[in-house]
């Protein structure tokens, strides 16, 4: 097993505002992480500060929803505008940013919910 001592192989940045903890900017370096669940860790700590911190939102940030709901994240529909001020690059982007979307990803629940037969 590999010991990393004095090296940052991962990072995240909180915001704590009345009961939302916000954690938004996460690093962490992707090949160690196919070896070792960096990203998993840094989630889990995540949740277990806004637990202890008596938090009664978790914020988690725009990207890898799939993965995020491993740990029961679910996801809230947010909009992004963008208005461009010239002319010309306005409509260079225009057809670029008229085909984003949003990757389709798969919705997991590892929480158990109640059923009629219980």
């Known amino acids: 097993m590999d010991i990393f001592y004095d090296k940052l192989v991962g990072f995240s940045s909180e915001i704590h505002k009345e009961e939302m903890l916000y954690s938004y900017f996460v690093g962490f370096d992707k090949s160690l992480n196919k070896s070792f669940p960096i990203y998993g860790r840094i989630l889990l700590e995540s949740i277990t ?31 992004v505008y963008l208005k461009v001020e010239n002319r010309f690059l306005r409509a260079v982007l225009r057809p670029i940013y008229s085909k984003l979307s949003v990757s389709k990803w798969i919705m997991r629940n590892p929480l158990k919910s109640k059923t009629n037969s219980e």
Do not use: D, H, Q
């Not at 806004?50 to 996801?75: Q, V, W």
């Open 49 to 79: 500060r806004a637990i202890k911190l008596k938090k009664e939102r978790l914020i988690l940030g725009r990207t890898a929803n799939e993965f995020k709901s491993n740990f029961g994240a679910y996801p809230i529909k947010s909009f």
